[in-house]
């Protein structure tokens, strides 16, 4: 899929052909999990995957999306509204990703005007890569250049998690439109989540003759969506218990005093994941500016058993998956996303992807689950390979 592809759509779509073409890809984030909304640090990388949005104003003050991956209808545009007509839960579905975008603009004070916008993406989608943030941040390019706003790629981010947050009603934190909008092939994206300020690490996974694997288990739990919103609650009630901000501000080394005074042991476990996996974030960014990428690898495996035992939002699928990789000579491995389905990913000498590979489709099988897909999310040269 290219542009072309978008554009083709579009004019398919709509009888006319569109004014450009805006790209943005989806991400996975090599660790820091569920430290975003705590205000701390996350380190995303981008996938060789992207969501194209091609757009052209219209002069009627009214708005139609349409996507060539929707599933009630590949490729068929929304009945056009009246811009000033979008409100909050007004937009059922995926077309409220795209015009919410539209909302949040106008909300946020930058005025735009009637667009009909096509999307294709081949990011998979509900797997924790994120393309719930390539399609806001392409389309959200797309309204900057069409109407010309002043904003900075920053100032995108928040519109587009705006959108996610207020007119979808998902809660997500600030990395995936952040990551969407900043990353750069060959690095990771350093970025705190509390000030946006971010910084590109070196992420030399070729010369290190390593690859990371995606295994994408497929499945995704019902339970997942309610216990983001659970867990995000707990860990704001242990951040007042504890009298910070955001739990962030907990000192790796005061974490068996803080867990202490919270007396709560699940509510403990949940802050001792989001403190001790802080920690692993810096440890691993410095860990890749001193090219020492092979070592990040036991980091991501204790990051794992932190999301599977302390803030427990793994699941049977996902442990699957990072125990056959870690047996077939990934050097580390760890489920990403928000849990309970989505996918894991794999630190792996090259020269053992493909074991890996098909010891994670073997355990899959084994374990009578239905087969995950295993791809190489970068560098992309040993995707074109695979
Ligand atoms: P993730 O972001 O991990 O892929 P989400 O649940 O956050 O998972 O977002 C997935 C949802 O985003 C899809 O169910 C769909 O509503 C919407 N979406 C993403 N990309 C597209 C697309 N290309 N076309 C239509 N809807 C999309
Ligand atoms: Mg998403």
Sequence with gaps: MNATAAADGFAEAYGRAPEGTWSAP???????????????????????????????????????????????????????????????????????????????????????????????????????????????????????ELFGLELSLEQLALVAQRAENEFVGVPCGIMDQMASLLCVPGHALLLDARSLEHRQVPFALGEAGLVLMVLDTRVRHELGSSAYADRRSACERAAAALGVRALRDVDPADLDEAEARLGDRELARRVRHVVTEGA?????????????????????????????????????????????????????????????????IALVPSERADAVGAAVTGAFSAAGLRSPRVFAAAPESALRER
């Design 280 to 344: 692993r974030v810096l440890e691993v960014a410095r860990l890749l500016e001193q090219s020492r990428v092979a070592e990040v690898g036991p980091v991501l495996t204790v990051g794992h058993r932190s999301l599977r035992d302390d803030f427990e939002v793994s699941c049977v699928e996902l442990d699957v998956a990072v125990d056959a990789a870690l047996g077939a000579g990934a050097l580390g491995a760890r489920m990403v996303g928000g849990g309970f389905g989505g996918s894991a």
């Design 26 to 144: 989806g991400r996975v984030n090599l660790i820091g999990e569920f430290t975003d909304y705590n205000e701390g640090f996350v380190l995303p990388t981008t996938l060789p995957f992207s969501t194209r949005a091609s757009g052209a104003r219209r002069g009627d003050g009214r708005v139609r999306v349409a996507s060539a991956q929707n599933p009630g209808g590949a490729g068929e545009a929304t009945e056009a509204i009246e811009l000033s007509a979008l409100r909050p839960g007004s937009v059922p579905g995926w077309p409220g990703y795209a015009l919410g975008v539209l909302w949040s603009l106008e909300e946020s004070g930058h005025a735009i005007g009637g667009v009909d916008v096509y999307v294709d993406s081949e990011v998979p989608m509900g797997a924790g890569l994120s393309s719930s943030a390539a399609l806001e941040c392409s389309v959200a390019l797309a309204m900057r």
